[in-house]
C-alpha cells in the first residue's frame, strides 16, 4: 500500500507562520523586559517552572541567560556546562536538579547586583518541625532581624501573645483584610484555620534595608514566591519522621485525631522540599536558627558559583 503525504492547506500553514512569529516575538518581550530590567529574571524562573509550555516556559536556557545584564555569550557557556544544563534545553523543560541549580545560581546573581533576595527569607516546614521555636530563638537573638507576625483565624495557644506571636482575629476581620489586599499571602492551614501576612510591615521594613523573616507554611511559601520571586526559601526539615512524629505529639495541643490529620499534612509537605532554595534540618534550635540567619546576611560581592574559577 502507498503511503500518501498529505500537504497542510495553505490556510493553516500560514496560521502556524503567523504563530510562531507571534510566539517568537512575545519570548522576545520578556528577555528585552530582563534585559532592562523591568522584570526580574527569577520571575522568569517562577512562571517557566510553574507553566513549562508558556512563553517563559518555551525560552531556551542560553536565551534566558544572554538576557541577564552582564551575562554574555561567553559567560552563558560557561554556566550551562557548570550547571550541566544542554544548549538545547528550554526551561520549562528541565530536570528537577537542573531547575534547582539555575534558580540558586541566577538567586545569587541577583543577590550580587543589588537585589533583595538576602532581606527576605522564608522559613517553612511540615507540621511540629519547630519553625516557631527557630524564629522564637532567633527574635530573642537577633534583633537585627525583622520577624514577621502573621495574622491567623485560630484562638491563642497557652503563652502565645497577640501582636508577639501572632495577629488573632475573627473570620470577618480576616476577610475584610484579604479583600483590602493587606496580605502578601493566605492559606488555609490542615482544612481548619487561616493563616496570613501583613504586606504592609514587611514592605516597608524591606524598603528601610532591614532582614525579614517569615514564617509561615509551605502553601504560603509558594505565594510570596509568586508574589517577590527573589525571596528566599529555606525548608526546615525534622532528623526523623519519628523525631517529628514525637515532637507532634509530645507538644499536647491537639487532640488525636487533630494530631492524625497534621501528620496526614505533613506527608505531603514533605515532598515539597525540592521546591525551596536551602534545606535546614532541625536537630537542634540554635543550630538551625545559626544556619538561617546566615542565609540573611548580605553577600555582595561573593561571585556565584557558576563563575568562580
Request: glycine fraction near 8%; charge should be positive; avoid cysteine.
Amino acid at each position: 500500500m502507498t503511503d500518501i503525504v498529505r500537504t497542510p492547506p495553505e490556510v493553516d500553514r500560514v496560521a502556524a507562520s503567523r504563530a510562531a512569529v507571534a510566539a517568537r516575538r512575545a519570548r522576545a518581550t520578556v528577555k528585552n523586559a530582563v534585559a532592562a530590567g523591568e522584570r526580574s529574571p527569577l520571575d522568569v524562573l517562577r512562571a517557566a517552572f510553574e507553566e513549562p509550555e508558556g512563553i517563559e516556559g518555551r525560552l531556551r536556557a542560553t536565551e534566558f541567560l544572554n538576557s541577564i545584564p552582564a551575562i554574555g555569550e561567553t559567560k552563558t557557556a560557561r554556566i550551562m556546562a557548570s550547571l550541566a544544563i544542554a544548549d538545547s534545553k528550554r526551561l520549562g523543560g528541565l530536570g528537577r536538579l537542573q531547575r534547582r541549580r539555575l534558580r540558586e545560581f541566577v538567586a545569587e546573581w541577583v543577590q550580587a547586583h543589588g537585589g533583595t533576595g538576602d532581606r527576605l527569607v522564608v522559613l517553612a516546614g511540615p507540621t511540629a518541625v519547630g519553625k516557631g521555636t527557630v524564629a522564637a530563638h532567633i527574635r530573642a537573638r537577633h534583633p537585627e532581624v525583622k520577624l514577621s507576625v502573621s495574622a491567623t483565624t485560630r484562638a491563642p495557644r497557652p503563652g502565645e501573645v497577640d501582636g508577639e506571636h501572632y495577629f488573632f482575629v475573627d473570620d470577618a476581620e480576616f476577610d475584610r483584610m484579604i479583600e483590602a489586599g493587606e496580605l502578601l499571602e493566605w492559606a488555609t492551614v490542615h482544612n481548619a484555620y487561616r493563616y496570613g501576612t501583613p504586606r504592609g510591615p514587611v514592605e516597608a521594613a524591606i524598603a528601610a534595608g532591614d532582614s525579614v523573616l517569615l514564617e509561615i507554611d509551605i502553601q504560603g511559601a509558594r505565594s510570596v514566591r509568586r508574589a517577590m520571586p527573589e525571596a528566599t526559601l529555606v525548608f526546615l526539615l525534622p532528623p526523623t519522621w519519628d523525631e517529628l512524629v514525637r515532637r507532634l505529639v509530645g507538644r499536647g495541643t491537639e487532640s488525636p485525631s487533630e494530631q492524625q490529620r497534621r501528620l496526614e499534612t505533613a506527608k505531603v509537605e514533605l515532598a515539597a522540599v525540592d521546591e525551596f532554595d536551602h534545606q535546614v534540618v532541625n536537630r537542634d534550635v540554635g543550630e538551625a536558627a545559626r544556619k538561617v540567619v546566615e542565609l540573611m546576611r548580605p553577600r555582595k560581592g561573593r561571585r556565584p558559583a557558576a563563575l568562580r574559577q
